[in-house]
């Protein structure tokens, strides 16, 4: 009970006189009368309500009427995380007693907690708080209608999982008032997976593009301002950009195709990074990192893709697929890397049917109790051993090499061999996937073994070797053989030539052959692959963009 009581003191914590005359300077007083709406689900950019007197009811809204969130009394405050992310309001706020508030704009909060550091904390950690409690209810404006063997089903949970956006999710295969709102909504169960935004508006198969602008991740992009700086990629590394360059006053904008966090979102949890002994999962760093971002005013856009770079003019421009582009002084380039696909036949049938490449807890909940695969040596593919083997009946880690000990951290080949969970099948390969609509066996093959071997296992995940994701810069700047961007002292003299380089200078620590275009991360060549190396290029090259930007 004093646990529960505690959390609840940080998440509705009353403002003291002296934090309530400073918030003052910053906003205007307002009569109010009971009954009245503040904002509705669906506002976006709501203002940020002091209750100075009266109450305030905070309720979502659902079929046939409302479910209370909470109520705001006296020195109280509205409002959770998308104050500052800019999002689409999730609940209504309505006038439960008459009396007078305080109301400050969104742009005059994101000062607040700029500047005042005392108040910051405090709204900061509720913030968070609200929102994580609106995740565990289920409290949001989203309805997910879908299918455990649906592909589209698992895309659309882990792309508002890792967004951090509250949803509720309805199985057509085990829930009963599936029936009734797929005939409200005159929908077809072959139509799953299904979005329900706000109860009006209803997605088939949608892509993440096509629920990011349903739900209001983005705010629209001026494409006519000249940023200072864009980071192509939301994960450490380009958080890590975001952070510092706004903090030190930079106009920076994040463009990310998926969800913060990049590779390291999907791992299970973290536990060789610095200041986290317990250890952290990717998604909770990855919305850490985000939400410090968003703090000091940098604009992370989801779903933006970047589709190529204009390499021939200052400023450069930044085209995105499906239209518009992004003009800038600097970039940053942390577009990391991806899992490389087996030569496998079936692969394309099965993936989101058997076939991962993240073990979050989605995925966790979908193999509970039975066997799996994973393939891969390095450390995701260790993280993600130890973290299933807590859930499922046994872990099978599949890897080419004759050992772990060249790619993988000690601390976690020693979990695996402590495991009675975990097998380690060494100097092993895939050779096929069988089944029909799903995975359901999967054949491997021993290098020691005279035949192959057949299991019945229906889950497979695949956190092989990484291909960078520099098709977009390609003919821009110079890549290396296997086009991961060269950078620095890397650069040779023919590399610049052929960019035609011509500063005086020769290119800074993790500048490209580009001048003011730097990589950071998985995607440079010759980088650590590690979440802690990444976070620390990421920060390091802000003081080097601060130069190109003085130049």
């Given at each position: 009970?004093?646990?529960?009581?505690?959390?609840?003191?940080?998440?509705?914590?009353?403002?003291?006189?002296?934090?309530?005359?400073?918030?003052?300077?910053?906003?205007?007083?307002?009569?109010?009368?009971?009954?009245?709406?503040?904002?509705?689900?669906?506002?976006?950019?709501?203002?940020?309500?002091?209750?100075?007197?009266?109450?305030?009811?905070?309720?979502?809204?659902?079929?046939?009427?409302?479910?209370?969130?909470?109520?705001?009394?006296?020195?109280?405050?509205?409002?959770?995380?998308?104050?500052?992310?800019?999002?689409?309001?999730?609940?209504?706020?309505?006038?439960?007693?008459?009396?007078?508030?305080?109301?400050?704009?969104?742009?005059?909060?994101?000062?607040?907690?700029?500047?005042?550091?005392?108040?910051?904390?405090?709204?900061?950690?509720?913030?968070?708080?609200?929102?994580?409690?609106?995740?565990?209810?289920?409290?949001?404006?989203?309805?997910?209608?879908?299918?455990?063997?649906?592909?589209?089903?698992?895309?659309?949970?882990?792309?508002?999982?890792?967004?951090?956006?509250?949803?509720?999710?309805?199985?057509?295969?085990?829930?009963?008032?599936?029936?009734?709102?797929?005939?409200?909504?005159?929908?077809?169960?072959?139509?799953?997976?299904?979005?329900?935004?706000?109860?009006?508006?209803?997605?088939?198969?949608?892509?993440?593009?096509?629920?990011?602008?349903?739900?209001?991740?983005?705010?629209?992009?001026?494409?006519?301002?000249?940023?200072?700086?864009?980071?192509?990629?939301?994960?450490?590394?380009?958080?890590?950009?975001?952070?510092?360059?706004?903090?030190?006053?930079?106009?920076?904008?994040?463009?990310?195709?998926?969800?913060?966090?990049?590779?390291?979102?999907?791992?299970?949890?973290?536990?060789?990074?610095?200041?986290?002994?317990?250890?952290?999962?990717?998604?909770?760093?990855?919305?850490?990192?985000?939400?410090?971002?968003?703090?000091?005013?940098?604009?992370?856009?989801?779903?933006?893709?970047?589709?190529?770079?204009?390499?021939?003019?200052?400023?450069?421009?930044?085209?995105?697929?499906?239209?518009?582009?992004?003009?800038?002084?600097?970039?940053?380039?942390?577009?990391?890397?991806?899992?490389?696909?087996?030569?496998?036949?079936?692969?394309?049938?099965?993936?989101?049917?058997?076939?991962?490449?993240?073990?979050?807890?989605?995925?966790?909940?979908?193999?509970?109790?039975?066997?799996?695969?994973?393939?891969?040596?390095?450390?995701?593919?260790?993280?993600?051993?130890?973290?299933?083997?807590?859930?499922?009946?046994?872990?099978?880690?599949?890897?080419?090499?004759?050992?772990?000990?060249?790619?993988?951290?000690?601390?976690?080949?020693?979990?695996?061999?402590?495991?009675?969970?975990?097998?380690?099948?060494?100097?092993?390969?895939?050779?096929?996937?069988?089944?029909?609509?799903?995975?359901?066996?999967?054949?491997?093959?021993?290098?020691?073994?005279?035949?192959?071997?057949?299991?019945?296992?229906?889950?497979?995940?695949?956190?092989?070797?990484?291909?960078p994701n520099t098709a977009w810069v390609k003919?821009?700047?110079?890549?290396?053989?296997?086009?991961?961007?060269?950078?620095?002292?890397?650069?040779?003299?023919?590399?610049?030539?052929?960019?035609?380089?011509?500063?005086?200078?020769?290119?800074?620590?993790?500048?490209?052959?580009?001048?003011?275009?730097?990589?950071?991360?998985?995607?440079?060549?010759?980088?650590?692959?590690?979440?802690?190396?990444?976070?620390?290029?990421?920060?390091?090259c802000i003081q080097l963009v601060h130069k190109?930007?003085?130049?």
């Open positions: 009970m004093a646990e529960t009581n505690d959390r609840r003191a940080q998440m509705f914590p009353p403002l003291s006189p002296a934090q309530i005359t400073r918030l003052s300077k910053l906003g205007r007083r307002r009569s109010v009368k009971k009954g009245e709406i503040l904002f509705d689900q669906g506002d976006a950019d709501p203002s940020f309500f002091v209750v100075l007197t009266g109450a305030i009811e905070i309720v979502q809204p659902v079929e046939g009427g409302e479910q209370r969130v909470t109520m705001h009394l006296p020195h109280e405050f509205t409002g959770e995380i998308n104050m500052l992310t800019g999002r689409r309001s999730l609940v209504r706020g309505r006038v439960a007693e008459d009396g007078e508030l305080l109301v400050i704009d969104s742009n005059a909060l994101r000062t607040l907690v700029q500047t005042d550091a005392e108040v910051s904390e405090l709204l900061m950690r509720a913030f968070i708080l609200r929102r994580t409690a609106l995740i565990a209810k289920a409290q949001g404006d989203a309805t997910l209608v879908g299918s455990r063997h649906s592909a589209g089903t698992l895309r659309i949970k882990e792309f508002l999982t890792r967004n951090g956006h509250p949803y509720t999710y309805l199985d057509v295969e085990r829930d009963e008032c599936v029936q009734a709102l797929l005939d409200r909504f005159h929908v077809q169960v072959t139509d799953v997976p299904v979005l329900i935004c706000r109860g009006e508006r209803v997605l088939r198969n949608p892509t993440d593009a096509e629920v990011a602008e349903c739900l209001g991740f983005n705010r629209a992009i001026d494409e006519s301002v000249v940023r200072d700086l864009v980071v192509v990629g939301a994960g450490p590394a380009g958080l890590a950009a975001a952070v510092y360059g706004a903090s030190e006053g930079l106009d920076v904008l994040v463009l990310e195709a998926t969800a913060p966090g990049g590779q390291a979102g999907s791992s299970s949890k973290i536990e060789n990074y610095l200041g986290f002994p317990t250890g952290i999962s990717g998604e909770a760093l990855a919305g850490r990192a985000f939400t410090q971002a968003e703090k000091f005013g940098a604009e992370i856009s989801i779903t933006r893709v970047a589709k190529s770079l204009d390499c021939s003019k200052l400023p450069y421009s930044i085209a995105l697929e499906g239209g518009g582009a992004i003009q800038a002084r600097a970039v940053v380039i942390a577009t990391g890397a991806r899992y490389r696909k087996l030569p496998l036949a079936e692969l394309s049938r099965f993936e989101g049917r058997g076939i991962y490449y993240g073990a979050t807890a989605v995925e966790a909940q979908l193999c509970e109790g039975e066997a799996v695969v994973i393939v891969g040596g390095g450390n995701s593919a260790g993280q993600a051993a130890v973290f299933l083997a807590r859930s499922v009946r046994h872990v099978h880690l599949v890897v080419r090499a004759e050992g772990l000990a060249a790619s993988m951290s000690r601390y976690l080949i020693r979990r695996i061999e402590e495991s009675p969970s975990i097998t380690l099948h060494t100097r092993t390969e895939i050779e096929a996937l069988l089944g029909k609509d799903e995975l359901q066996e999967v054949r491997w093959r021993d290098a020691a073994k005279p035949a192959s071997e057949t299991h019945a296992i229906r889950h497979l995940f695949l956190m092989t070797g990484a291909s003919g821009c700047i110079a890549l290396d053989a296997k086009d991961f961007v060269k950078t620095g002292q890397d650069l040779l003299a023919d590399d610049l030539k052929a960019a035609h380089w011509q500063l005086q200078r020769a290119p800074y620590l993790l500048e490209t052959s580009l001048p003011g275009v730097f990589a950071v991360g998985d995607v440079r060549s010759g980088s650590v692959k590690r979440v802690a190396s990444a976070v620390g290029e990421g920060s390091i190109v930007l003085a130049d």
